[in-house]
């Protein structure tokens, strides 16, 4: 089994000192940054928009994975594009015309992604295999870091991973929410290729080791 890739999620960094923790995830064995922007609307909590997302930029070494919670997200992807983003993930749940966002998403040269909300079935992308290039799914109600991974959403990533093997996709499976040295174990069990993780890294008291023991993680 590889190792997941793992995305720190930027969300738990010390925004007084961005340069340092992104320079901190540039040295360390994470392999994307994981960017979670919160508009107050489609998720109760605001967290940044374009200046950060540069400024991250202009220091990252490794690519940045943006995670939409916004409503009407297509009217922002040419704009997260031109600020430096690889991966553009948009919510299922606020895309009326999803098929058509992923599209966009591709178009504006980036890895297009879809994050599954907890109620939201797994059974439901498997028409649009072919649009996306990675699926997120929730291991929590998305808005705040910290919360505890709600076991309900791993059959999810087992059945996503049956689903995508039949229909031949080479779409990676991620997980957001949760993640850490205790709960890797059992996503990685469950078929995941990447893991985001936020407090569980800048929240350690020596994040490099936090990032190995996760990209470590075998079966439970
Ligand atoms: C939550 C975000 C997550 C969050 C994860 O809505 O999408 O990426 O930063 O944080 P932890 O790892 O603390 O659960
Ligand atoms: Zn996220």
């Given at each position: ?20 923790d ?6 360390s ?63 299922y ?31 439901t ?70 893991a ?13 080791l ?11």
């Amino acid at each position: 089994m590889n190792p997941p890739i793992i995305a720190p999620s930027i969300l738990a960094a010390d925004f007084a000192n961005l340069q340092r923790d992104v320079e901190l995830i540039n040295r360390s064995e994470a392999d994307w940054f994981h960017v979670d922007v919160m508009d107050g609307v489609f998720v109760p909590n605001i967290s940044f928009g374009f200046p950060v997302m540069e400024a991250i930029c202009r220091h990252a070494t490794k690519p940045l994975d943006v995670h939409l919670m916004i409503v009407q997200p297509e009217r922002y992807i040419d704009a997260f594009a031109k600020a430096g983003a690889a991966a553009i993930t948009v919510h299922y749940e606020a895309c009326t015309h999803l098929h058509r966002t992923l599209t966009l998403i591709r178009e504006a040269g980036c890895r297009a992604g879809v994050a599954l909300n907890m109620q939201t079935p797994v059974d439901t992308l498997i028409d649009i295999a072919d649009a996306f290039d990675q699926v997120l799914i929730m291991t929590i109600n998305p808005g705040f870091g910290g919360q505890k991974l709600l076991p309900l959403s791993i059959p999810k990533v087992v059945k996503l991973r049956r689903l995508l093997t039949e229909a031949q996709s080479p779409a990676l499976i991620g997980v957001d929410g949760g993640i850490d040295q205790h709960t890797i174990g059992m996503v990685v069990a469950a078929g995941i290729d990447y893991a985001v993780a936020g407090t569980s890294v800048f929240g350690a008291a020596d994040p490099l080791l936090a990032i190995q023991t996760l990209k470590k993680a075998r079966q439970p």
